[in-house]
């Protein structure tokens, strides 16, 4: 593999340095290295070799009978420790397009990969998607193997959790498989849910260690993100795992995902509301997850039917300010029980903060036992 660069007299380093970073030619992944006893080669971003002679660089080192050359990567084999993936994606549109600095700010300077999907978000028609094969190969320079550039239009809505996205390089196929701490994820990027500030949550439930014989409940199950993982860890400890997702897209995939990480065996899934279905589940249920957002209070008496009162464990998803993470557990499921005359004493056994939601509110999630 060959990358772009030029050579120069050892002693000029600093001066080509500092106008080829002025101007966004040098590359930030590589660092300079020495040629020959009196020179030294300096790496520049992705474009054309040989560059076009009209080319402001072409033009520039053609007053010192210079010219840029391709140089085995092995010679920058020491890579650069930091840099910015979007200013690589901009270099590209700076250097092969001739994109001024005010439309280069309108790449956003993060976003969200899933796999070889992109998202970015940006302002309401900051990018036109007349430029989307042009930005989808900037793109490229940071992820070879990218088919797609999506852009999320707001937050995720409405009580099925839908994303709202614009297909911007109008590629058919926007379904991918994440895997992350070794479950995996099959979803369609446009029509479903998955947050990646969830991964630590995720994570913990892959490292909670069931009770012998425990029968599992997700009562808004989506794409498994919670109990597959638990699945997988416990699978000869649990009787069985009922999935419960009301999302007919999400279902879809959560019944592949089932599969695709073979668990089948112990856990299976069922689509509706979880208002409406599982009543042959009734006071039986060892663990609940709970895992919806924002408001799961309304679910806490659906989630006691469906319990082994004397012997559960909810998983309880909610939205609280730092002054009262458990304490606003404490108080959804206490008004509750004593809403339904059941005499019970509300426990906090784990608690988990997830990630923040908003200004000053938190995503948290309180294991709960009732005494």
């Not at 796999?115 to 793109?139: F, G, M, R, W």
């Not at 860890?233 to 009922?242: A, C, G, P, Q």
Request: charged letters at 25%; proline letters at 4%; glycine letters at 4%.
């Amino acid at each position: 593999m060959s990358i772009p660069g030029i050579e120069v007299d050892k002693r000029q380093t600093k001066q080509w340095k500092t106008w080829l970073e002025h101007h966004s030619y040098i590359s930030p992944l590589y660092k300079i290295k020495q040629c020959s006893d009196t020179t030294v080669a300096i790496p520049l971003v992705a474009m054309e070799v040989p560059v076009a002679v009209d080319h402001p660089l072409a033009t520039y080192l053609a007053q010192f009978q210079m010219q840029v050359q391709l140089f085995d990567l092995a010679l920058f084999d020491n890579k650069a420790t930091m840099f910015k993936g979007v200013d690589l994606a901009r270099n590209y549109l700076r250097v092969n397009h001739n994109w001024d600095e005010d439309t280069l700010l309108l790449l956003p300077e993060k976003w969200i990969k899933y796999n070889d999907i992109i998202v970015l978000s940006c302002p309401e028609n900051a990018l036109t998607q007349e430029d989307s094969e042009t930005i989808l190969q900037a793109y490229r320079t940071l992820y070879p193997d990218l088919k797609a550039i999506l852009i999320s239009e707001g937050a995720i809505g409405g009580e099925l959790r839908k994303p709202t996205m614009i297909n911007f390089t109008n590629c058919e196929d926007t379904v991918t498989t994440v895997i992350e701490n070794g479950i995996k994820y099959k979803f369609d990027v446009m029509k479903v849910m998955y947050s990646p500030g969830n991964d630590t949550e995720r994570k913990r439930c892959k490292n909670m260690i069931a009770n012998e014989n425990e029968l599992v409940m997700d009562m808004f199950a989506g794409l498994g993100y919670f109990s597959i993982p638990f699945a997988q860890s416990n699978l000869s400890k649990i009787t069985e795992l009922f999935a419960i997702e009301k999302n007919q897209v999400s279902f879809s995939y959560l019944t592949q995902n089932i599969e695709l990480n073979k668990i089948q065996s112990k856990m299976h899934a069922s689509l509706g509301d979880n208002r409406v279905v599982g009543d042959e589940y009734q006071g039986k249920a060892n663990r609940i997850f709970m895992g919806y957002l924002p408001e799961t209070a309304p679910f806490i008496e659906r989630a006691l039917y469906f319990a082994d009162l004397e012997n559960c464990i909810f998983h309880y998803h909610h939205l609280a300010e730092k002054n009262e993470f458990e304490s606003r557990a404490i108080q959804d499921f206490t008004e509750v029980l004593n809403r339904l005359g059941i005499e019970k004493t509300v426990v906090v056994v784990e608690f988990a903060k997830v990630k923040s939601y908003a200004p000053r509110i938190f995503h948290c999630v309180a294991d709960i036992r009732l005494q």
